[in-house]
């Protein structure tokens, strides 16, 4: 039984610091990316520099023309060695997306309608039950309209199966769980007469990191 109820009473294990019933928190805010020191010293640089914008132009006698041009050129050359680079835009680099759901697993029909197909588990709170809303729709008389949840919790790389007070009970390797158990490769759940093979993607060599790429 579960022995403590989280802030909208939901009753959770007394272990858990995160009740998984209750919605994901908002998206994280922004990160600004600060513009290179690197770059703010080549633009002092150049600003301080004699041959620069703000330093003395090359002066030249009117009937020397042909040094007049010459001197023209460098003069022109020397100031673009050293101009100040255009300024560079802040932006904004976001984490993760909290919104999208990110596959983190699997679990594969054995058994009934369900047979040879595969149904994405995602990160966060899996609802299983014959309700055509939940995340995982059992297509069996036998089974609850929300027979129980499938949580992964990124910050412990764990698969955690709870059942959802259902009829008829939830079986990982033909045992009930009561109320839940952590799930490992290649367990087998069954919920009424559908069994289900749980393969997981995420695991402690291979998750989703804060920028979304596997690691």
Known sequence: MADKRCDNGHFIDESWDICPYCPQDASEPEIPVVRPRAVEAVAAAAMASPSGPAGPQPVARLDD????????????????????????????????????????????GLSGTARGEAFPVRMGRNVIGRDRKSDIVISDDQASSHHADLVFRPEEKRFILMDHNSTNGTYVNETEIEPRRDLVDKDVIRIGSQRFIFTPLCHDGFHWDDEGPLK
Do not use: C, F, N
């Open 65 to 108: 023309s042909a040094g007049l041009r010459a001197r023209h050129s460098r003069g022109t050359a020397s100031s673009s060695a050293v101009a100040v680079p255009p300024m560079e835009r802040t932006v904004a680099a976001s984490r993760i997306d909290s919104q999208k759901r990110y596959v983190v697993g699997w679990l594969v």
